[in-house]
């Protein structure tokens, strides 16, 4: 092997990582062109309610994260979130957009109060294993039905799953008030569940549970499944194109039918943990919301699993702040929310935004260099199109 044989490998592979280097430093800025949206505004809106603002936004966060009890506490409300939105983001990795996240999130607390207040007391992992299961079937099989419905019938999963919030929360609340209803309770609650349906609490004075481990566990799994495994391959590569899977050999039908499973399910499990964890029972007002976050934070973090786990830590973070500066200063929740509202907006335009100013800069880069290397004209010449004219024509991008 000559000289020029050894180092060419090394030559080849140096433009690899630099694409790589890029597209991090990319996310990073797009990741802080949020931050930078939402701290000028934030302190804009404290300035106007005529209190200071950075001690304003210090107190928030101490409340969210300033100790260990604190951040137990925010981290305990998150985790129901979490699963939630890890479950719609596997829909939509799929090409099925989830929109009934929240009716089947109901439904998975219902199915995991029934079990854990009418059946047993058990051993406990087992009683907590009954109620998961329970849960997680509620809710794949009400998902898996309607991808079902998709897939043979062309039902619109939109139009269905979002019908479907409104089927479900009806039908629980109908139930928590009529047969599942608890006599020694005011209406629109079920029983207690027994001791052993509910997950240990690790950290004390808080409401941090072993249900920790689970939310782990799980999150690894939505990883595996939509990053590594040959089923989400399929899944992912039905979303992108049904046509060129179809015509490779993958199954779409059973493909759209298991994604939307796997989603629903994974909303049912976070229902069940809304039980297992603090509430003890069903309510009708149990997991209010819980779902239409779950499906903000998927579409902001791309349906990524690592991109919804830290928009949804952000998002627990936000809320907690919220609760923190309401109760120091008075400055209405809905303020916050509002503040909330832009944050996510800003998020959402990230890459458009940036997209538009590297265009932008790409552009008046090439007007410049064209101007400036000797006059040579831009756009076609006599024999076709110049170097620089090719890049403001489209060219590869």
Same mark, same amino acid.
């Given at each position: ?103 089947? +999130? ?6 995991? &109060? $029934?079990? %854990? #207040?009418?059946? @047993?007391?058990?051993?406990?992992? !087992? ?125 779409? +039908? ?6 939307? &499973? $796997?989603? %629903? #399910?994974?909303? @049912?499990?976070?229902?069940?943990? !809304? ?123």
């Amino acid at each position: 092997m000559t000289g020029a044989d050894a180092v060419a490998p090394v030559t080849e592979a140096r433009p690899v990582g630099r694409p790589r280097l890029r597209a991090l430093v990319g996310a990073a800025g797009r990741s802080c062109f949020a931050v930078l949206v939402a701290v000028p505004l934030a302190l804009v809106l404290i300035r106007l309610q005529g209190f200071a603002p950075v001690p304003t936004m210090l107190a928030g966060l101490g409340y969210a994260v300033g100790d260990l009890d604190s951040a137990a506490r925010t981290l305990a409300w998150g985790l129901p979130l979490l699963v939630a939105a890890l479950g719609v983001a596997q829909g939509f990795r799929g090409g099925m957009f989830n929109i009934g996240a929240e009716g089947q +999130v109901y439904l998975g607390a219902l199915a995991a &109060a $029934v079990v %854990g #207040a009418y059946l @047993g007391p058990l051993l406990s992992g !087992l009683h907590l294993l009954l109620c998961l299961v329970a849960a997680g079937l509620a809710g794949g099989a009400i998902a898996g039905g309607l991808g079902w419905l998709r897939a043979h019938w062309g039902v619109d999963e939109v139009l269905s799953s979002l019908l479907s919030n409104y089927v479900l929360i009806l039908l629980c609340a109908y139930l928590a008030n009529g047969p599942l209803r608890d006599p020694t309770r005011q209406s629109g609650s079920t029983r207690n569940v027994h001791d052993t349906a509910m997950f240990p609490v690790i950290l004390p004075r808080t409401e941090l549970t072993a249900g920790l481990f689970l939310v782990v566990g799980l999150a690894g799994f939505a990883w595996w499944l939509s990053e590594r495994s040959v089923a989400g391959y399929r899944w992912r590569m039905t979303g992108a194109s049904p046509g060129f899977a179809a015509a490779v050999g993958i199954d779409v +039908v059973r493909g759209r039918t298991a994604c939307m &499973a $796997v989603s %629903g #399910a994974l909303c @049912g499990l976070g229902g069940a943990l !809304l039980v297992m964890t603090s509430q003890g029972r069903f309510w009708t007002e149990i997991g209010t919301g819980i779902g239409w976050d779950a499906v903000l934070l998927a579409l902001v973090g791309r349906a990524r699993p690592v991109g919804v786990i830290l928009w949804a830590a952000g998002y627990c973070v936000m809320r907690a702040s919220a609760r923190g500066v309401e109760q120091a200063t008075g400055i209405p929740a809905e303020l916050s929310s509002v503040l909330i509202a832009v944050i996510i907006i800003a998020a959402a335009a990230r890459n458009g935004m940036f997209v538009l100013v590297a265009d932008r800069v790409r552009r008046w880069g090439a007007l410049t260099g064209g101007r400036l290397g000797g006059g040579r004209p831009i756009g076609p010449g006599p024999t076709g199109p110049g170097p620089t004219g090719a890049g403001l024509t489209g060219g590869r991008r």
